[in-house]
């Protein structure tokens, strides 16, 4: 679970995020997915699989690749405030010393209080 203790939410789910992509860009997917607490729609959590594979049909089939710590400020970054209290927090994903058009979309959704579960609901071009 996430706590948002911050009165600027849009700052603190940027620092979630871009603490994701910092364990993408050391290789250490465990700990990216640790920060991905709750599956999906769809019942994935996109872990090591998902997010190569998501790369992988960006570039090209078993095309090397090396995700990039990024600041997400570079990233087109898009925080959205939804009616049910949640928010979606996406952006770009750097890859190959490019931002690609490859979209990450974040959603948190209140638990309780000040408490949200963290999901990723896609990783994909518009």
């Known amino acids: 679970m996430l ?13 979630y995020c871009q603490k994701w992509l ?7 997917f465990d700990q990216a997915l640790n920060l991905v607490t ?3 729609n769809y019942g994935t959590r996109w872990g090591k699989k998902e997010i190569r594979d ?10 090397k690749f090396k995700i990039e710590n990024t600041d997400i400020a570079f990233c087109t970054p898009e925080f959205m405030e939804c009616n049910d209290g949640s928010y979606l ?3 770009y994903f750097p890859v190959n010393g490019e931002i690609t058009d490859l979209t990450v979309e974040f959603e948190f959704s209140r638990v ?3 408490e949200f ?4 609901n896609d990783i994909h071009v518009l």
């Open 3 to 15: 706590k948002l203790l911050n009165p600027n939410i849009e700052s603190e789910l940027k620092a």
């Open 22 to 28: 910092c364990h993408l860009s050391q290789n250490d």
């Open 38 to 40: 709750v599956p999906n």
């Open 54 to 63: 998501a790369v992988f049909d960006y570039y090209g089939s078993e095309s």
């Open 89 to 91: 927090f996406g952006f």
């Open 112 to 114: 309780n209080n000040n």
């Open 117 to 120: 579960s963290a999901t990723i």
